[in-house]
């Protein structure tokens, strides 16, 4: 029997092959969701850099937010990383949602990042 890290890394490992064989070249918009916050980064994988970032402990965002996990403050990280990635010449990605279902907190950061003006 696996152990729910062993079966979350598998997902996650599983989802990045399957943005490899689809992305183009494309950065990749990565989410880390954790009890207390939520991180996001726009990666380029054939340089190994990060290109862009934002999370819920941003100082422009610390103060106006009531907490860093919830939807409101996901949707804040959502805005911001696409001002960030327009900032560094990135208008299209893939979205790596992780080994987390497309729903709740990772949802309203992935439709806020497509307001924002993001394409994936």
Same mark, same amino acid.
């Given at each position: 029997? =696996? =152990?729910?890290?062993?079966?979350?890394?598998? $997902?996650?490992?599983?989802?990045?092959?399957?943005?490899?064989?689809?992305?183009?070249?494309?950065? $990749?918009?990565?989410?880390?969701? @954790?009890?207390?916050? !939520?991180?996001?980064? !726009?990666?380029? /994988?054939?340089?190994? $850099?990060?290109?862009?970032?934002? @999370?819920?402990?941003?100082?422009? *965002?610390?103060?106006? *937010?009531?907490?860093?996990? /919830?939807?409101?403050? %996901?949707?804040?990280?959502?805005? *911001? !990383?696409?001002?960030? @990635?327009?900032?560094?010449?990135?208008?299209?990605?893939?979205?790596?949602?992780? =080994?987390?279902?497309?729903?709740? $907190?990772?949802? %309203?950061?992935?439709?806020?990042?497509?307001?924002?003006?993001?394409?994936?």
């Amino acid at each position: 029997m =696996s =152990s729910n890290l062993e079966l979350q890394v598998r $997902r996650r490992a599983r989802l990045r092959y399957q943005l490899r064989q689809k992305s183009g070249g494309r950065p $990749r918009l990565s989410v880390f969701r @954790s009890g207390k916050h !939520i991180y996001a980064q !726009i990666i380029d /994988d054939a340089q190994g $850099r990060t290109l862009a970032a934002a @999370s819920s402990l941003d100082k422009t *965002l610390k103060t106006a *937010l009531k907490t860093g996990a /919830d939807k409101d403050a %996901a949707a804040a990280v959502g805005k *911001l !990383i696409a001002e960030r @990635s327009k900032e560094a010449g990135v208008t299209q990605v893939v979205f790596d949602r992780g =080994s987390y279902l497309y729903h709740g $907190r990772v949802k %309203a950061l992935a439709e806020a990042a497509r307001e924002g003006g993001l394409d994936f």
